[in-house]
């Protein structure tokens, strides 16, 4: 069904809205892009009942507001309070407009526009000439409606380009990681030390639930997001996604909580004589994350079972979104104490002022993306449309190329990781030359025994590279080779 735009109203039965298609990415579908700014996306009928009830509810608010507050008592023609259909308009004084945002009944509407209404010299609300009907001026609700689907098609492929990025990266810091944990297991702990410890521990359970959460957010943008089809059908699989969605998503930010005990405790808390437990990181990290999930896919199912469980209009999200938010209000006062005890063992040091305070600058700028404080920081939108567009493309680059940049600060710019890859490609080169070292050795004194053999008066003997000494000694022939192979350690 699709809405073709009309600044008048009509009746609230008439009206269709909309709610978010994803708690991460309030989009419409690609397959609803559309260069027409007044034509309106095409919207299912769970869409519609939203939006209808989002509709209803205001004008029942509208109501009790009318009869609520005080008769207008100011000297003067005035235009009486009124319910268009779509908003609430107080009374208003004759000759002036009055304006209020938009509504947000429609994915086409942008609720930080204004919606406009003119009271007339005579104090009667104005008609519009061709139906001579009350008229509320809605045109810059979707003036910029073409403008918004193309930037969210470019959001959609930001989020879908992040979260490949960032698998591809953490499955490589993995390997990297778990490569080194096989060489510690086969005897030698001696060459990566700094390898085996229970942070990058900690770190390879950070990065298996960013792979997860991107996977599966992947799976859910493609499938269910952008496949209008799947969401009108309503199968169990998309619900069953959705919790999974729900819970890897909260698996992710608890091992960042998990982050940030472990530095707390070994910065601040100071406890070096013996190893912590990991056991119980495990349990907050993975076991936990399972609570909330499922609390909300059970009210879910209870209270607000609409189609494969994408409205973002209930509350029930918070039962959700509220521990993972208060997992970040931990961090961030983690994050703080860390940079208090940071300073002060600096100063104690009596290192210059400014060299002391780079130093704090450049550790929170580390800890910062590893522990998701960006989220705290950023939660609100800003009102104004420039920087509204703007807060949206940093805050999903902050989310979707999360993953990229913890393993890029982590794991490939961590300077035991480098050390270890360093020293793992000088052996790996220095066995590779003894293996040809040997390999040229054992050549040529073969060779050397079958010509004395053979041939006792003439001796042709070979060398590494040209495969013949000219007539030199075999004790000659192994030194070159011997030469040649050095050449690769």
Excluded at 23 to 51: C, F, H, R, Y
Excluded at 96 to 123: L, R, V, W
Excluded at 203 to 222: E, G, P, Q, W
Aim: charged share 15%.
């Amino acid at each position: 069904m699709c809405r073709s735009f009309s600044s008048e109203p009509s009746e609230p039965s008439q009206f269709i809205g909309t709610a978010g298609f994803s708690s991460k990415l309030n989009m419409w579908p690609l397959s609803q892009l559309q260069s027409d700014a007044t034509v309106g996306p095409v919207i299912n009928p769970e869409e519609q009942e939203i939006g209808n009830k989002k509709i209803l509810d205001n004008q029942y608010k509208c109501f009790e507001k009318m009869n609520r507050d005080v008769p207008y008592n100011k000297s003067g023609l005035h235009c009486n309070r009124n319910w268009d259909g779509w908003l609430c308009w107080e009374d208003t004084p004759a000759g002036t407009y009055t304006s209020q945002n938009c509504p947000n009944y429609f994915p086409d509407f942008d609720p930080t526009e204004k919606a406009t209404k003119y009271c007339g010299e005579d104090g009667q609300w104005f008609r519009h000439p061709d139906t001579n009907r009350t008229w509320s001026n809605y045109t810059l609700c979707n003036i910029n409606t073409s403008a918004k689907l193309k930037s969210a098609y470019i959001l959609f492929y930001m989020a879908i380009v992040g979260h490949a990025l960032s698998i591809a990266s953490l499955l490589i810091s993995l390997a990297i990681f778990f490569y080194f944990r096989l060489v510690l297991a086969r005897g030698n702990s001696a060459l990566f030390p700094s390898l085996s410890c229970q942070r990058i521990t900690l770190h390879k359970n950070l990065f298996c639930s960013y792979v997860l959460n991107s996977a599966l957010t992947i799976i859910y943008l493609v499938g269910v997001v952008n496949n209008p089809e799947v969401v009108s059908r309503n199968p169990v699989g998309c619900k069953v996604l959705h919790f999974f969605h729900m819970y890897m998503l909260g698996c992710n930010y608890f091992w960042m909580l998990c982050e940030g005990i472990y530095l707390h405790t070994l910065i601040v808390v100071a406890v070096f004589a013996e190893e912590q437990h990991l056991h119980w990181y495990y349990l907050l990290g993975w076991g936990f994350p399972l609570v909330p999930a499922s609390i909300h896919a059970v009210a879910r199912k209870k209270y607000f079972d609409d189609n494969c469980w994408m409205s973002v209009e209930t509350h029930l999200l918070y039962a959700v979104h509220g521990p993972i938010v208060a997992a970040l209000l931990v961090n961030l006062f983690f994050l703080l104490n860390i940079i208090r005890v940071l300073v002060t063992k600096l100063r104690d040091t009596h290192r210059a002022e400014s060299n002391m305070y780079m130093k704090a600058v450049r550790a929170t700028l580390i800890l910062v993306p590893l522990l998701g404080i960006q989220f705290v920081i950023f939660p609100w939108r800003p009102e104004n449309r420039l920087a509204g567009e703007v807060y949206e493309y940093i805050m999903h680059i902050l989310m979707h190329y999360q993953g990229l940049l913890v393993a890029t600060i982590f794991c490939f710019f961590n300077g035991e990781v480098q050390a270890a890859l360093k020293r793992q490609w000088m052996q790996y080169k220095t066995q590779l030359g003894q293996r040809r070292k040997d390999h040229c050795s054992m050549r040529s004194t073969s060779y050397t025994a079958t010509s004395i053999t053979e041939v006792p008066a003439f001796m042709y003997h070979h060398d590494c590279n040209s495969e013949h000494l000219n007539g030199r000694h075999t004790e000659d022939s192994e030194l070159v080779a011997l030469k040649s192979g050095e050449a690769y350690a």
